[in-house]
């Protein structure tokens, strides 16, 4: 699991943005801009996809790979103005329950808000604010 965790996170860092709430590394959220939205598979190469299969196999980089191609298909329906994807987040299971995953979600929704850039799921409201559609979960 750890293989396939520093793939994405040097992909993110190729494609995106990587928050992380401290330098401990407690969690990590990966933020594609939308201009950056398409991954070749040179950057997949580049990032150590040829090394991620030869350290996890062949079943979890075919999984990655379709859930990768799922992905682009969901973000290529939704072309419109500039945005931004919450491509993954993460934290370390003995620090969950503790609002890390909130906090790296909700500073760079403020981030996001302050540049105009939406989010799927977001709408824009009559008076140009972003009312923001999304749920945590246990949380309302």
């Not at 991954?39 to 580049?46: C, D, E, H, V, Y």
């Not at 609002?99 to 709408?123: F, S």
Request: aromatic share 4%; with cysteine; hydrophobic share 35%.
């Amino acid at each position: 699991m750890r293989h396939l965790f520093r793939f994405l996170v040097r992909l993110g860092r190729r494609n995106g943005e990587i928050i992380s709430p401290s330098e401990r590394i407690d969690g990590v959220s990966i933020w594609i801009p939308s201009e950056r939205a398409k991954s070749s598979a040179l950057t997949a190469l580049q990032a150590g996809l040829l090394a991620l299969y030869f350290r996890a196999g062949r079943g979890p980089v075919s999984r990655l790979i379709e859930v990768g191609t799922k992905k682009g298909e969901v973000r290529d329906s939704l072309r419109m103005q500039p945005h931004c994807l919450l491509d993954m987040i993460g934290v370390e299971p003995s620090l969950q329950k503790r609002g890390i995953g909130r906090r790296m979600i909700e500073d760079k929704l403020t981030e996001l808000d302050g540049q105009g850039v939406l989010l799927p799921g977001n709408q824009p409201r009559r008076d140009g604010e972003v009312l923001r559609e999304f749920r945590l979960s246990g949380h309302p």
